[in-house]
């Protein structure tokens, strides 16, 4: 019951952190960073499982969506920052 928990638990985290995209230039970083690095070793030593495919599964296609999302928040500054030079 823990490898559910803490995969359920890694997913659902993943998802919400995936939103950190919205930061222009590094928000997919970010994400790497804290999804990545932080979270996901700490949830497997707390639910005892190891890294497995549906656990890369979930973080590749987050930090798709997060690199989504940075990219368009990118292109949103870069034109705010050309029209504010005119």
Not at 45 to 71: E, Q
């Amino acid at each position: 019951m823990a490898a559910a928990s803490g995969v359920l638990l890694i997913g659902l985290v993943l998802g919400f952190i995936a939103y950190v995209g919205l930061v222009p230039f590094g928000g997919a970083a970010i994400y790497w960073l804290i999804g990545g690095k932080l979270l996901i070793p700490k949830v497997l030593a707390w639910a005892g499982i190891s890294y497995a495919w549906p656990i890369a599964v979930l973080f590749w296609v987050n930090f798709a969506f997060a690199i989504l999302l940075t990219v368009v928040t990118t292109i949103v500054a870069i034109k705010m920052i050309a029209d504010l030079s005119r």
